[in-house]
T-cell receptor, first 112, second 116 residues
Framework: AQSVTQLGSHVSVSEGALVLLRCNYS??????LFWYVQYPNQGLQLLLK??????LVKGINGFEAEFKKSETSFHLTKPSAHMSDAAEYFC??????????FGAGTRLTVKP | DAGVIQSPRHEVTEMGQEVTLRCKPISGHDYLFWYRQTMMRGLELLIY????????DSGMPEDRFSAKMPNASFSTLKIQPSEPRDSAVYFC??????????????FGEGSRLTVL
């Protein structure tokens, strides 16, 4: 079985500051890992995904994540936060099937 | 292309009533998922289908919940009888086949259920 743990249910940064959202995974098979974003009253949208190719994955809106097997981590980063980045972010994992399991989510607040 | 379509977007009902949520996946997607989102539990996978066949329903909370997929373009999630603790946003998502397909789940906008 696979699962992810997101460290920190709330993260607050100033506009222009580095964004770091943490995710650790557990999987009995090589995982596929994902980050999704959810804006208020909407469904989830894919930010980026890792599917065993390059370990540094670039996504939309300037976000990227690095797969580190030794640390079982897949942290999401963005060099400079923008007000429009305020949202809830979910890390997710799949195993050999397509049953995607989500973390509890991290709410990102961006202060002006 | 149309995305995943869910209905109703909002439903308010009284305890004990039957609730039916509907989902139309993206055409050509072989997998369909039902998730429930609450503040307390986050996003929970309830059940998923592959080629209209339920693969894993271990996330369905209890017998009051049932899901069907009579054909490739339609699925329902039914709660009977409904209880206040069922209040949540229910999401339907679909993806193409293959391990992780593209890996990307395409989500509907959700059905917000309130049980009084």
């Amino acid at each position: 079985a696979q699962s992810v743990t997101q460290l920190g249910s709330h993260v607050s940064v100033s506009e222009g500051a580095l964004v770091l959202l943490r995710c650790n995974y557990s999987s009995s098979v090589p995982p596929y890992l994902f980050w999704y974003v959810q804006y208020p009253n909407q469904g989830l949208q894919l930010l980026l995904k890792y599917t065993s190719a390059a370990t540094l994955v670039k996504g939309i809106n300037g976000f990227e994540a690095e797969f580190k097997k030794s640390e079982t981590s897949f942290h999401l980063t963005k060099p400079s936060a923008h007000m429009s980045d305020a949202a809830e972010y979910f890390c997710a994992v799949t195993g050999n099937n397509n049953d995607m399991r989500f973390g509890a989510g991290t709410r990102l607040t961006v202060k002006p | 292309d149309a995305g995943v379509i869910q209905s109703p977007r909002h439903e308010v009902t009284e305890m004990g009533q039957e609730v039916t949520l509907r989902c139309k996946p993206i055409s050509g997607h072989d997998y369909l998922f039902w998730y429930r989102q609450t503040m307390m539990r986050g996003l929970e996978l309830l059940i998923y289908f592959n080629n209209n066949v339920p693969i894993d329903d271990s996330g369905m909370p209890e017998d009051r919940f049932s899901a069907k997929m009579p054909n490739a373009s339609f699925s329902t999630l039914k709660i009977q009888p409904s209880e206040p603790r069922d209040s949540a946003v229910y999401f339907c998502a679909s993806c193409p086949s293959g391990r992780g397909g593209s890996g990307e789940l395409f989500f509907g906008e959700g059905s917000r259920l309130t049980v009084l």
